[in-house]
């Protein structure tokens, strides 16, 4: 078990580029989630997978944001047209049924 | 809807010092709840739980117990160290059908030698 791995750990782009994120769970954890997380803040919860349904989406997620999750592995994060407010740590989480979440290292968006 | 409330930090305390960080929430239904912990430069890693009143969820020297009475759920630990240092994320589990996490703003701990 090598935990939660998300790839890049950082990135940087110019407003309005287009992003995406991906996040590899713990291998056999069937719920994924992504959270959103700015500077001195608690983590947002932005979207939630169970298996590769997405099953709820925040009203933090605009139209310009997608998400995947494909065979129910691996989860990607896309977020279009990037805007200054997009700057966060992007994290991911996965669990087993309903028990705990386990995190990833966040992905650091920053838009300039 | 529910929520989850903080003290404000930073909280400087010298080694050894008795540590309470204080967390309520509110909450329809009876959640889940939980410590996660950020070192510097980290993730979140989960630091304790407990699922229901009464419960208290302990680990690494680290106690909390969930009082349903008083919708509080505060973390102790008797003697901290230097390597304590961190910021200290109280959520509660929202038992809807995603279980989505649902986080206080964190209060940062500094510990001296």
């Known amino acids: 078990d090598t935990g939660v791995s998300q790839d890049p750990r950082h990135k940087i782009t110019k407003r309005g580029q287009n992003v995406t994120f991906r996040c590899d769970p713990i291998?056999?954890?069937?719920?994924l989630y992504w959270y959103r997380q700015t500077l001195g803040q608690g983590p947002e919860f932005l979207t939630y997978f169970q298996n590769e349904a997405q099953l709820e989406k925040s009203r933090l997620l605009s139209d310009r944001f997608s998400a995947e999750r494909p065979k129910g592995s691996f989860s990607t994060l896309e977020i279009q047209r990037t805007e200054q407010g997009d700057s966060a740590m992007y994290l991911c989480a996965s669990s087993l049924d309903q028990r705990e979440q386990y995190f990833g290292p966040g992905t650091r968006l920053t838009v300039t | 809807g529910n929520s989850v409330t903080q003290m404000e930090g930073p909280v400087t305390l010298s080694e050894e010092a008795f540590l309470t960080i204080n967390c309520t929430y509110t909450?329809?239904?009876?959640?889940?709840l939980f410590w996660y912990v950020q070192y510097p430069g980290e993730g979140l890693q989960l630091l304790l739980k407990?699922?229901?009143?009464?419960d208290k969820g302990s680990n690494k020297g680290f106690e909390a117990t969930y009082r349903k009475e008083t919708t509080s759920f505060h973390l102790e630990k008797g003697s901290v160290q230097v390597s304590d240092s961190a910021v200290y994320f109280c959520?509660?589990?929202?038992?809807?059908?995603?279980?989505?996490?649902?986080f206080g703003s964190g209060t940062r701990l500094l510990v001296r030698p």
């Open positions: 909450a329809t239904g009876y959640p889940s």
């Open positions: 407990a699922t229901k009143a009464d």
């Open positions: 291998s056999e954890h069937n719920r």
């Open positions: 959520a509660l589990s929202d038992r809807g059908s995603s279980y989505k996490l649902i």
